[in-house]
């Protein structure tokens, strides 16, 4: 009780407990941002085997599926993909560990990822940012809890253009749940946001497909932005897609300036709606005020 205490009397200490705590969320998310596309694609792989299998076979495949070894977000240990080696405790503290081993496994020397850092700090200063926003709250518990979940998505998806329906779906049943009690909008407005959401992209996705007979884009966006309406409203979705293109363009423009990436390759949507849907998570309000009044809606 005392810490809660001095969490909510004390906002420095308050700031800086997110921040630490943040830290080892972030150490947390480089496993999910690692391990739940394996899981995907391993979970794929197993039903289309056993949809392909002959029935004859069902048993050995099924003996075969239980000597596995399990492979989820807790299990195994942390490793050196390279040599083996097994994190350790002290290997594994967010960011000092990385400095403290100057970026080289333990092991056999070999670099490790500079993106494990960047994440976790990463993690830490858009938490703290939430945090310094909405204050000791459970507005704040719960924004916190968004980011995080907006950070794993964005760099699933950049890498291998998924968005997880363990995520999207399970923060769209989240946000409507906390807006029963109108944590960040009525309960109207969230349930509309969420229909709305799905909805508007993909209507986008047909008419684009069958002007062109391309995809612009996957089912996954069209959840993130459902999820975004959930826990903002309705109100929110006209100014998020509008800054999540404009991100999109700026980025987009500067990936193939300034970095030679191949125009043709396609760019995920994902982390553009999620840095929108982060913005409009805490500026929100004003921003919907602003666009409306410049559209003369009260």
């Not at 496994?105 to 994440?119: D, E, F, L, M, N």
């Not at 029963?180 to 109207?188: C, P």
């Amino acid at each position: 009780m005392a810490l809660f205490h001095l969490l909510e009397t004390n906002p420095y200490f308050f700031i800086s407990f997110v921040a630490v705590f943040s830290l080892a969320v972030g150490s947390f998310l480089n496993v999910v941002i690692h391990r739940l596309p394996v899981m995907m694609h391993t979970a794929w792989r197993e039903q289309c085997t056993e949809f392909l299998t002959p029935e004859s076979n069902s048993t050995d495949n099924t003996l075969t599926a239980e000597k596995k070894e399990k492979y989820n977000l807790l299990v195994p240990r942390s490793a050196c993909p390279k040599c083996g080696h097994q994190i350790t405790a002290l290997e594994n503290i967010p960011v000092l560990s990385y400095l403290w081993l100057k970026g080289r496994c333990s092991g056999c020397q070999t670099p490790i990822s500079k993106r494990y850092p960047i994440i976790e700090l990463m993690t830490a200063l858009l938490s703290v940012v939430a945090a310094w926003q909405f204050g000791f709250s459970w507005q704040c518990l719960a924004a916190l809890s968004l980011t995080w979940a907006l950070i794993a998505l964005s760099v699933i998806d950049f890498d291998h253009k998924l968005l997880p329906d363990d995520i999207t779906l399970s923060f769209l049943w989240i946000g409507l749940v906390l807006n029963l009690f109108g944590l960040f909008t009525d309960s109207t407005s969230s349930i509309i946001g969420a229909i709305a959401g799905y909805l508007s992209l993909w209507s986008v996705y047909w008419a684009f497909k069958r002007l062109t007979g391309k995809e612009g884009m996957g089912y996954g966006d069209f959840k993130l932005l459902a999820m975004l309406g959930a826990w903002m409203g309705w109100q929110s979705l006209p100014g998020i897609i509008l800054l999540s293109s404009f991100v999109g363009a700026i980025i987009g423009i500067s990936l193939i300036v300034f970095c030679g990436r191949d125009k043709n390759i396609p760019i995920p949507f994902g982390p553009y709606l999620a840095i929108a849907g982060w913005v409009y998570l805490l500026w929100g309000t004003h921003i919907t005020q602003w666009y409306f009044s410049l559209a003369g809606i009260q």
